[in-house]
């Protein structure tokens, strides 16, 4: 069964730190992963997909397959990266979420 | 391009109604693509919708049902509504195929409550 798994529900860091979204997946084939980001009172968009293999807005994630992981990174956060991030599978289904993480940079 | 457009925004019904929502696709775009987001979860599969045919389907009970119109707009409709059935529904489109990005574009979504 397809599988996504974010730890963290909430993330809090402060301006300038860096910046970790956890993703765990589990799927016994070679998936397809996003990112999906929703910003306050927006739809929810696509911020990156792992065979694109290029940074948006600062943002890079790699996808870990000994560790089945495909976790966001940041090196340095800004406010306007508050939202709630997605993580997402494709494979047997259009995509599987997990239950998302929301990130709060505080100035 | 006013990208993934759904109706209506909100709706409230009582248990036992049926309810029909909408979703035209992005300009280009010829799949659509359904899902339910609980609060607090994220969104998830119920059905796709490809050459007016569900191609695919989500753990969902057959209560929920589909269409999709020659202009590739489509519709959800959920008969005899639990209180469970309260969420919000995300319409996705994308063009799908060999040589297609295969990127789903999301709606902003139609919130139903049941009372």
């Known amino acids: 069964a397809q599988r996504v798994t974010q730890p963290e529900k909430l993330l809090s860091v402060f301006k300038g730190a860096p910046v970790e979204l956890k993703c765990n997946y589990s799927?016994?084939?070679?998936?397809?992963l996003f990112w999906y980001v929703q910003y306050s009172r927006q739809r929810l968009q696509l911020l990156l997909r792992h065979i694109s293999r290029e940074s948006i807005k600062g943002f890079t994630a790699d996808l870990n397959k000994g560790e089945t992981s495909f976790h966001l990174k940041k090196p340095f956060a800004q406010e306007e990266d508050s939202a709630m991030y997605y993580c997402?599978?494709?494979?047997?289904?259009?995509?599987?979420f997990g239950k998302g993480t929301r990130l709060s940079v505080i100035a | 391009d006013a990208g993934v457009t759904q109706s209506p925004t909100h709706l409230i019904k009582t248990r036992g109604q049926q309810v029909t929502l909408r979703c035209s696709p992005k300009?280009?775009?010829?799949?659509v693509s359904w899902y339910q987001q609980a609060l607090g979860q994220g969104p998830q599969f119920i059905f796709q919708y490809y050459e007016e045919e569900e191609r695919q389907r989500g753990n969902f009970p057959d209560r929920f049902s589909g269409h999709q119109f020659p202009n590739y707009s489509s519709e959800l409709n959920v008969n005899a509504l639990l209180l469970g059935d309260s969420a919000l529904y995300l319409c996705?489109?994308?063009?799908?195929?060999?040589?297609?990005?295969?990127?789903?574009?999301f709606g902003a979504g139609t919130r139903l409550s049941v009372l």
């Open positions: 996705a489109s994308s063009l799908e195929g060999v040589g297609a990005k295969n990127i789903q574009y």
């Open positions: 799927y016994s084939g070679s998936p397809e």
């Open positions: 997402a599978l494709r494979a047997d289904t259009p995509l599987v």
């Open positions: 300009s280009g775009h010829d799949t």
